[in-house]
């Protein structure tokens, strides 16, 4: 099974400033027809996961577009410009090139200094 | 607008039974794999299982292979899990979401707790 690690593991940020959440793959995550399958989610306190990114880089509609993704292969970024305060939460990565499983990342828990 | 109900979950004892439902609506729940992912308290993601549109083709996470069954019944926009031979570490919200060809997950329901415990 693909093992799906992100770091840091907690992230406290100062409101308006940028965060940035790594997720690295334990193989590339590119699939047989060129789509590399890593989407990343958000777990508001209380709430059910949310998708905020599918295939790296594609906000999901109603997302902000301060949260960003990026990454190639199998090293990925999650990057929010200004954090505000309905940021915090945990955030997921996870692919879906080699499957089954899906397989997700730890999660990072973002919180407010 | 898209929605996924969550159903049946609740205390039960090692050992024992419990079926999930899950109620689609909003969306051609027949042109969608559906899946299961679950949440252990204080715990991260796991998915646990997923069926193609037409129930042809079902595949587990191996921890619950033999254990769980994913169904679904398209005439009744209904996803099912019948879990059989629960362990302690079969404690999770159970969540269901919509699966390909969604990119995964755009939708999730809002879950339901099984707790398994004597």
């Known amino acids: 099974d693909v093992v799906m690690t992100q770091s840091p593991l907690s992230l406290p940020v100062t409101l308006g400033q940028p965060a940035s959440i790594s997720c690295r793959s334990s193989?590339?995550?590119?699939?047989?027809?060129?789509?590399?399958?890593l989407n990343w989610f958000q777990q508001r306190p209380g709430q059910s996961p949310r998708r905020l990114i599918y295939?790296?880089?594609n906000r999901d509609s109603g997302v902000p577009d301060r949260f960003s993704g990026s990454g190639s292969g199998s090293d990925f970024t999650l990057k929010i410009s200004r954090v505000e305060a309905e940021d915090v939460g945990v955030y997921y990565c996870m692919q879906a090139t080699h499957w089954p499983p899906y397989t997700f990342g730890q999660g990072t828990k973002l919180e407010i200094k | 607008e898209v929605q996924l109900v969550e159903s049946g979950g609740g205390l039960v004892q090692p050992g024992g039974s419990l079926r999930l439902s899950c109620a689609a609506s909003g969306f051609t729940f027949n042109s969608y794999w559906m899946s299961w992912v679950r949440q252990a308290p204080g715990k991260g993601l796991e998915w646990v299982a997923n069926?193609?549109?037409?129930?042809?083709?079902?595949h587990y996470v191996d921890s619950v292979k033999g254990r769980f069954t994913i169904s679904r019944d398209n005439a009744k926009n209904s996803l099912y899990l019948q879990m059989n031979s629960l362990r302690a570490e079969d404690t999770a919200v159970y969540y269901c979401?919509?699966?390909?060809?969604?990119?995964?997950?755009?939708?999730w329901g809002q879950g339901t707790l099984v707790t398994v415990s004597s």
């Open positions: 193989q590339r995550l590119v699939f047989s027809d060129g789509i590399t399958y």
């Open positions: 295939k790296v880089s």
């Open positions: 979401a919509r699966d390909w060809p969604a990119d995964r997950f755009d939708y």
């Open positions: 069926i193609k549109q037409d129930g042809s083709e079902k």
